[in-house]
């Protein structure tokens, strides 16, 4: 099976609320599609976010790194799957997201070939996960009222945004705790938006006032090793990192450095599963667990993260609730919600049929 073309599509997609972290606030996305064509007739189909705050890229540039990873990898043999994804992965520096488009449109490919769904091929059988739903940063009332909605709809993790003033944070949490009650979940994630001392604090304060928090999810600026090590060591809950690292290489050197308790793999980051389960397989031998994320994507990327999350032991927590936030799907088929399950298709590959034209 020989690739033929890799062609790239935009489409923008309104999300149903606003989506608000410490360092963003979102109305709509943008995102690209990604078509790999092949010689014996299968398509495989992938798609990028730009989140430019966090990889850099925009929609321009993922679709002008397309159009040169096109060029490296027209006319090679999909079979020789290895030599692929290594040219994938070292034809362009950096642009991860559109290396993650392409990168699940030949895994898509690959597991088409063999007849059966991506999530076999990754070597699972479950076909459901459980994902966390993320409570967005707002005023205290509203994150309140989210949160006992969510609940209602048969969700059992939230993962609460926080990171602005770290004394308000605190309250949110509280009212939040009291609201749901101790069957939930609570996970934090306060996306860089702290100090490494303001985080200590927080996470001491939330102990002393007995509020569960399951992990607290980058606390401090991405590249402060030193000062998320800081916080791993002195605050009572595990620390897990997210916009700290990017490739296997960040991983193993995060690790090395005892700066945290897990980490959260996005594809969108990595450039896609083959890195992903590099960064899982590093994680797995130093005994560290791994949650999978997403930025605000659309289902198709968010299904390839789901067929990685059932397959992937060490991927012990999913947060993949973005397609809940998105007003609609680009693609017919992939995964559905199920309250707080996702449902991965039993069809071939991804699972998706076609693209709409939106
Ligand atoms: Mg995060």
């Given at each position: 099976m020989k690739i033929t073309g890799i062609n790239t599509s935009s489409v923008t997609i309104p999300l149903n609320t606003v989506f608000r972290t410490a360092l963003r606030s979102v109305e709509k996305i943008e995102n690209v599609i990604v078509t790999v064509t092949t010689d014996s007739g299968p398509v495989g189909y992938g798609s990028a976010a730009p989140t430019t705050v966090i990889t850099g890229e925009t929609t321009a540039s993922i679709i002008g790194a397309i159009d040169h990873i096109d060029t490296a990898l027209r006319g090679m043999e999909l079979d020789n799957h290895e030599l692929v994804f290594r040219r994938l992965n070292r034809c362009i520096v950096g642009n991860t997201s559109a290396k993650a488009a392409v990168d699940m449109a030949l895994y898509d490919l690959l597991a088409k070939s063999l007849g059966i769904p991506l999530y076999r091929l990754l070597g699972g059988i479950a076909h459901r996960v459980e994902t966390d739903i993320t409570i967005s940063l707002d005023d205290i009332g509203t994150m309140v009222a989210d949160s006992r909605r969510r609940l209602s709809e048969g969700f059992n993790i939230l993962k609460v945004k926080v990171g602005s003033d770290p004394q308000l944070d605190i309250e949110r949490l509280e009212q939040i705790s009291r609201a749901v009650g101790d069957q939930v979940t609570i996970r934090i994630d306060a996306n860089q938006g702290w100090s490494a001392k303001a985080a200590v604090q927080v996470g001491s304060e939330l102990a002393r006032r007995r509020i569960p928090i399951e992990l607290m999810e980058q606390?401090?600026?991405?590249?402060?090793w030193s000062e998320l090590a800081f916080v791993r060591a002195h605050a009572p809950m595990p620390v897990y990192a997210d916009e700290s690292f990017f490739s296997p290489g960040d991983a193993l050197e995060l690790i090395k450095s005892d700066a945290v308790d897990g980490i959260n793999i996005k594809l969108m980051k990595c450039g896609g599963i083959y890195n992903a389960l590099k960064i899982a397989a590093i994680a797995d031998a130093a005994s560290i667990p791994c949650m999978i994320g997403s930025m605000m994507e659309c289902s198709i990327s968010v299904t390839a993260a789901a067929h990685l999350a059932a397959a992937t032991s060490n991927i012990t927590g999913c947060d993949l609730d973005a397609p809940l936030f998105c007003s609609r799907s680009p693609g017919v088929g992939g995964i559905s919600y199920s309250g707080a399950e996702i449902v991965l298709p039993a069809e071939p590959g991804l699972g998706i049929s076609r693209i709409l034209d939106l």
């Open positions: 606390p401090v600026k991405a590249r402060s």
